[in-house]
């Protein structure tokens, strides 16, 4: 009985060990966000204080402006950030049916040695490093705008257009979206598929009307990090943006500019307003991505609550 309660007691003991442990992570994971935010926001808005040492930028200049030239001092970033909404929705837009299409196809349809071939695939696309998908982008997407503006009539930069920007980055979040689609399909409970095929439901009518309706919210948590890698994707965006000055750019075919592909443009300053600016740009967007996380997930908790 002794025994029993020193047992008892040690066992306590650990558990609330491990619980402040944990605790204690997930403050440590906690205050690197808070950390990043704090010191871009610190760099971000110091361009715009009376006291700057190389000059003061007009806030409400540099929110709406049209006109992005580092030579002459000129930054407004209004347009480039229409510019990265439209690339990321669009891509998105493009890439989410096909990976949820993709992910119902793995789980529900394909044999299971195929599904386990084709999801290794996924992993793997995921894998991929950014820098890989941007050679790919300059290298294929870019020929294939060419060649497809010419049959328009249209002249393009060489194939770098906001149309090769939208296609490389809805290969780019394909893997996520379907990753996050297949999580969330495989979680819905089987006795839902058997209640509705015992009804009289075909095999694809429960697929499309009792599974995908019953893992909306998880396939919409996977477009909502898709659409976060989007914004946030710098390097292959800038190898076939083509960093247009001005804007905003509405033709598929013309260059465009994003948040990170100006971010990433002209690195090498260590100081100045040129190097600074892109603080200012980067605080821009976390506000971007914040925003559109949060009306997402909005929409998710509407869609969720839907019957």
Same mark, same amino acid.
């Given at each position: 009985?002794i025994?029993d309660?020193?047992?008892?007691?040690r066992s306590k003991?650990f558990?609330? *060990?491990f619980?402040?442990f *944990?605790?204690?992570m997930?403050?440590?994971?906690a205050?690197?966000?808070?950390?990043?935010?704090?010191?871009?926001?610190?760099?971000?808005i110091?361009?715009?204080?009376k006291n700057?040492?190389?000059?003061q930028v007009?806030?409400f200049?540099f929110l709406t402006g049209?006109?992005?030239?580092?030579?002459?001092?000129?930054y407004?970033v209004?347009f480039?950030i229409i510019?990265?909404?439209i690339?990321?929705f669009?891509?998105?837009l493009?890439?989410?049916?096909i990976s949820?299409l993709?992910?119902l196809?793995?789980t529900?349809?394909?044999p299971?040695?195929?599904?386990g071939?084709m999801?290794s695939?996924i992993?793997?696309?995921?894998s991929?490093?950014?820098?890989?998908y941007?050679v790919?982008?300059?290298?294929?997407?870019?020929?294939?705008?060419?060649k497809?503006?010419?049959?328009?009539g249209?002249?393009?930069?060489?194939?770098s257009?906001l149309?090769?920007v939208?296609l490389?980055?809805?290969?780019m979040? *394909?893997?996520?979206?379907?990753s996050?689609s297949?999580?969330a399909?495989?979680a819905?409970?089987?006795?839902?598929e058997?209640a509705?095929l015992?009804?009289?439901?075909?095999?694809?009518?429960?697929?499309?009307?009792i599974?995908?309706k019953?893992?909306k919210s998880?396939?919409f948590a996977g477009?909502?990090?898709?659409?976060?890698r989007?914004f946030?994707?710098?390097?292959a965006?800038?190898?076939v943006?083509?960093?247009?000055?001005?804007?905003?750019?509405?033709?598929?075919?013309d260059?465009?500019r994003t948040?990170?592909?100006? $971010?990433l443009?002209?690195?090498?300053?260590?100081t100045?307003?040129?190097?600074?600016?892109?603080?200012?740009?980067g605080l821009v967007?976390?506000?971007?991505? *914040?925003t559109?996380n949060?009306l997402?997930n909005?929409?998710?908790?509407?869609?969720?609550n $839907?019957s």
């Open positions: 009985m025994a309660k020193k047992y008892i007691k003991s558990d609330r *060990f619980e402040y *944990f605790m204690a997930a403050m440590l994971s205050s690197f966000i808070v950390i990043i935010v704090l010191f871009v926001f610190t760099k971000g110091s361009p715009f204080m700057y040492e190389y000059g007009n806030l200049e049209n006109v992005y030239r580092q030579d002459m001092q000129i407004g209004g480039i510019n990265t909404l690339s990321s669009l891509s998105l493009i890439s989410f049916p949820v993709t992910a196809f793995i529900k349809i394909a299971k040695q195929l599904s071939i999801q695939v992993e793997l696309l995921a991929v490093p950014s820098i890989v941007g790919f982008g300059s290298g294929v997407i870019t020929v294939f705008v060419m497809l503006s010419n049959l328009f249209v002249t393009t930069f060489g194939g257009s149309l090769s939208v490389l980055l809805s290969i979040i *394909f893997p996520t979206l379907t996050m297949i999580t399909i495989k819905v409970d089987i006795d839902l058997k509705s015992a009804l009289g439901a075909t095999k694809m009518q429960t697929n499309f009307n599974v995908l019953a893992a998880g396939i477009a909502i990090l898709g659409l976060g989007a946030g994707e710098a390097t965006v800038a190898m943006a083509g960093n247009k000055l001005f804007g905003p750019t509405f033709n598929p075919f260059i465009t948040l990170t592909s100006t $971010m443009a002209g690195l090498k300053e260590t100045g307003l040129d190097y600074d600016i892109r603080f200012s740009i967007l976390i506000v971007v991505i *914040f559109s949060a997402l909005y929409a998710k908790k509407k869609v969720g $839907m």
